[in-house]
């Protein structure tokens, strides 16, 4: 008798199964990972943060890590590393122990936080952490999603998950309000992200994550049967279509650009560099927003390149 065929999903990324997005309640940011969890492919130290990896062994935030300086890597479930088959497959990790290892990288990130929850986050916990001499803020995409709520949902500071009902379709903002809308907010607080980290000695650089219909036309095989699968059991395509054209991401980009720029803080979309340094079938995506092992470790390299961290 044969046994019953795996999905793409379950046959392909097996790690997905350990990656639930059961998140705990937090008074402050909403919700956060819980604090020292053992899965089979991610560990958190007390605080609920992810540990990562450097040349001299673990580093967490609120747990052990080689002494000296650090690095912190900031922003919501790719920085965590959602799709990484283990903890030293993530961006901070890849940072500290391949592409920019001259300092331990840390995993400042929550999952499916906007970006007044990843500000919050230094707020709340910067007494954690030793002298700081980078933050990298790799982040954009939920801003951007979350921008199809309506204003009674968006408050003064940016609507945030779970905080109402999927509005009619028929009342979404088009691409460019959207576009304004999120822009407006991510450079609002990465102006709190400069102060801080002006205040903390660190250079700051703020980098778009990449977003798969962002990065190239067509997906690899693999890709396209993860995205065919999720299709028939999620939302994704049919809610957010309108922000998933390059187009869309391009225009994205150059808005952040040029509040960056504004700011005096570098800024650099992963987006077309991680298209032109893949080949066309090289596997990087687990679903549109998370990245498999070499998605990640790709992401990593570019940082490091781009953005002059060794």
Known sequence: MKSPLKSPRAELTPQMAHYTFVLEDQPYIGFFQYGDERTPVYTTDACGFRVSYAAGGA?????????GPVRLLAGSSAVFGVGASGDRATVPSRLG?????????????????????ELMLLTLFQHLVPEVEDIVLLSG?????LSRLPRSQQGRHGAFFECGPAPDAATVPGPAERIARATELTVRHLRGWQLLAQALGARLAFALQPLAPWVREEPA?????????LDEVSNWRRLHHDIAAMEVGRAYAAALREGCAALGVPF???????????APGDWLFVDRVHCVDTGYDAVARLLAAHLDLK
């Open 221 to 229: 095989a693999q890709e396209k049967a993860l995205f065919e699968e």
């Open 59 to 67: 580093a967490t935030v609120a747990g052990e890590r080689p002494p």
């Open 97 to 117: 122990t391949a592409h920019a290892p001259g300092r331990p990288w840390l995993n400042f990130a929550g999952q499916s936080l906007n970006s007044v929850q």
């Open 141 to 145: 995409v939920n801003n951007l999603v």
């Open 268 to 278: 650099l979309d992963v987006n077309p560099l991680l298209g032109e340094a893949a």
